[in-house]
């Protein structure tokens, strides 16, 4: 029974804390407040569902343009990033030559490469 036993820690009571009666009634008329504003969007959505349709109609619209340009910057940057890598790697002993030939395809493909834009 030495230094090497250690003595039970005393429990930590949980400190709760109540809210005073003005307290709650404040949290109750928020609450009031809150669904009675979600229950009229709900109803004016039902009285006039070509409004309702239209508004997530753009909305995707607005969505998906945000997806197509941030799809084409982070393209972009990607493509962009490798090419810095490929430019890295040329300059490796044993496999630069390769890289090299690899760089050099690509960029004859892409000078060589017809457009065709109707």
Sequence with gaps: M???EKKPEPEKKEEIEF???HQVETVV???RKALASDTQELLQM???PRKFMWQNFMLG???GLGIVFGMTILGALLVAFFFIVLRWLENLPLIGGLVHRI???IRDFMQ???VNIK
């Design 46 to 48: 039902m009285r006039n």
């Design 19 to 21: 809210l005073l009666p």
């Design 112 to 114: 060589t490469a017809p």
């Design 2 to 4: 030495g230094e090497t």
């Design 103 to 105: 760089v050099n395809l």
């Design 61 to 63: 619209v607005v969505r």
């Design 29 to 31: 008329q928020q609450l």
